[in-house]
């Protein structure tokens, strides 16, 4: 069972007042002790398709931002979800999992994200994705798991109408109705792709597919800035040819889904 996040929560809301008060043309931020989260929309009236963006296990780099740009000239509005500075932590690449910002804890951020966008007047409620980078990948495909349980006298329960996975860590998931796509590099020795694999085999061809890209020679962040580089011993680092491919890919998948 999920522990429940409620300072992110009220985090959110409050950013909805900062929306509503005339600052959501071009962006909005709120930092508070509770939270801190980005929020960016196209030009215009709406309304738009959402994607929530979910970092790695390291935060927030520019890998979230530049995708959060490229996304709103494509016509989206992103929200950008900061797990770690509101518990007081750096990072978690080598923390114990069920501690602070733990994917537990991480899915209940993402919810609370879907759940604050659907409210806004801007967003089409009914086309709100995720996106997430290495743990913020597997955060994603936690997110889109079926099962969760509707109010007793209420409409079930508002989930994500699409997924994109950046070299997640794969792991065994409950069924699901989400179109996903996962984007892994073949080298990846962080997030070995043979659990992708094994993930996609067992999603029968249907709404809740999986869509895999492996790319022969791309490790780890590959959609990064950085050169390849060793980092908490794993190789990691740009590969310009595979993050090209996974922009036009990911833009394909978005506009059919959402």
Known sequence: ??????????????????????????????????????????????????????????GITSVQHDWGARLNEWGYVTLLVDSLGPRDVRNVCSTDPDGPASYEDRVQDARAALQYLRKQSFVDSERIGVIGWSMGGGVSLLSVTAGEPAPPDGPPTARFRAAVAFYPHCRPIRRYATPLMILIGAQDDWSPARRCRRLAAGRPAGPGRVQLVIYPNAYHSFDAQAPLHRYRGHLVGADPEAAADAQERVRAFLAKHL
């Open 1 to 58: 069972m999920l522990r429940s996040h409620w300072p992110a929560l009220a985090g959110l809301l409050a950013l909805a007042a900062l929306v509503g008060a005339g600052a959501a043309e071009e962006s909005a931020a709120l930092q508070e002790p509770s939270i801190f989260v980005e929020l960016q929309r196209p030009v215009g009236r709406g309304p738009f398709p959402a994607l929530v963006l979910l970092h790695g296990c390291s």
